[in-house]
């Protein structure tokens, strides 16, 4: 083994030995690693070659598919070499297929993929794909980004993003998770504070644990559209896509991608991004990612008692035909007595409030208290007045449509009526 080959294979980081190994995985793929390796081995093996090796002051992590640079300063880079060139070609396959993945979100999906390959260190949102029907290329997506940027890319399970020991994955620009089920509170938090985490603490078996910049990204996949994960109303660190089902069954379809990836980074260079980053920790705003698929899941993960007060509210909206409605603590109270909420705290209802974006009024005030009087079949709406510090809840709140007659007013016969009717025919959920 000539000099050379003695320096490809082994080095001396910090005061650590390591070989560079080829690592078999179950996919049937290989994977380069930088493994520790004890002097007395290599002596072993090929004499006393140590003075001969390179030595670098310890590790850093700088992602670049440009210009990459294996070693910086006297730092060895654990980010791998991106192996793929552009060249001009058909991307016919590819864009077929981002298209079913992005739809109507096309460009941002390309703009992601871009950033991706361009600007790496960039935070991007949390992407998530899901659906609950088969063969939809949730997983082929995972293989394509797999193939793209090789060992710069992890696909984990859930207790591999779970564990403490993330050595694995933390130096890794994007981080797959397939079959995503994080319900616990703990795991949802984490997951969204890396998301934006600017350092990150990687820990190993049996070695300290030290910190590191951290620039991953999250890309989940599940067939679970509504609790894969723990969402709060105002998030907004989440992309969430529903994606159908391919028309067609390929099995090989994966090669064929594969076969376009430097047509596609030649595309990604010369085309012009969409978005500007500005206005958004992540890239992207709030308002250019949101999805159905991310309500949906919102919604699903709301607590019994936003679910229950969103019934009540509404409810009382719709059967007193109002454009807003005021309630004090004490109106949240005395609604929720006769239920299992009943001793629910008034920070509780506050925070419920504050998902829905209506705040207390700063000052005490005088406000309408609604009910129905009378008896037998004669009702009217009648109220009474109250004073406290208030909430105000219009329809706007709960996407509720005004229910008019055509002289833009009911009489309280129409209104007791409408009182009796099924709630759930009323109410847009």
């Known amino acids: 083994m000539s000099k050379d ?18 690592k078999p995985l179950q996919s049937k793929d290989l994977l380069e690693v930088l ?21 670098y002051d310890g590790f850093c992590c700088v992602p670049n598919h440009i210009n990459f640079e294996q070693v910086i300063g006297n730092f060895y880079n654990e980010y791998e070499p991106f192996l793929h060139k552009p060249a001009p070609g058909t991307i016919e396959n590819t864009m077929q297929f981002l298209k079913h993945i992005f739809n109507e979100q096309i460009e941002l999906g390309l703009d992601y993929l871009t950033l991706l390959y361009l600007k790496p260190t960039v935070k991007l949102p949390i992407l998530a794909l899901v659906s609950e029907e088969r063969n939809t290329g949730k997983t082929t997506f995972l293989k394509l980004l797999k193939a793209i940027f090789t060992n710069n890319m992890t696909i984990n399970t859930n207790e591999d993003f779970k564990s403490n020991f993330n050595a694995h994955w933390a130096t890794k620009l994007i981080i797959g998770v397939d079959e995503t089920l994080l319900e616990k509170k703990e795991d949802s938090e984490r997951l969204k504070n890396l998301a934006t ?43 969430v896509r529903k994606i159908p089902t391919l028309p067609t069954d390929n099995e090989h379809f994966i090669d064929l991608l594969i076969a376009e990836i430097p047509a596609l980074l030649d595309y990604l260079q010369k085309r012009k991004m969409t978005t500007t980053g500005v206005g958004s920790r992540m890239w ?19 607590s019994s008692l936003e679910r229950v007060l969103e019934t009540e509210i509404s409810e009382m909206l719709l ?25 629910v705290s008034s920070n509780q209802i506050k925070k419920v409030c504050d998902n829905w974006g209506v705040e207390i009024s700063e000052n005490t005030t005088t406000y309408k208290k609604y009910f ?58």
């Not at 080959?5 to 080829?22: H, M, P, S, W």
């Not at 991953?216 to 989440?238: A, D, H």
């Open 5 to 22: 080959n003695f320096e490809k294979i082994y080095a001396r980081i910090g005061t650590v030995y390591y070989k560079r190994v080829v």
């Open 35 to 55: 493994q520790e390796w004890s002097k007395e081995a290599i002596k072993e093996d090929h004499g006393n070659i140590l003075q001969k090796l390179p030595k």
């Open 197 to 239: 985490a600017p350092f990150f603490q990687l820990e190993a078996k049996g070695k300290n644990r030290r910190e590191i910049e951290f620039f991953g990204k999250f890309v989940l996949c599940s067939n679970n559209e509504e609790n894969f994960v723990i969402v709060e109303p105002k998030e907004t660190r989440y992309w």
């Open 284 to 302: 992207f705003t709030p308002a250019q990612i949101k999805t159905e698929a991310l309500e949906k899941l919102k919604k699903a993960n709301r």
């Open 319 to 343: 059967t007193f035909n109002l454009d807003a409605i005021r309630l004090s603590y004490n109106d949240f109270k005395e609604l929720l007595k006769n239920s299992n909420l009943r001793n």
């Open 372 to 429: 129905w009087s009378g008896n037998g079949d004669n009702f009217v709406l009648d109220y009474s007045t109250g004073k406290a510090r208030v909430f105000e809840f219009s329809r706007e709140v709960f996407n509720l449509k005004l229910a008019k007659s055509e002289n833009n007013e009911k009489t309280a016969e129409q209104l007791a009526n409408e009182a009796f009717e099924p709630i759930e025919e009323k109410l847009p959920f």
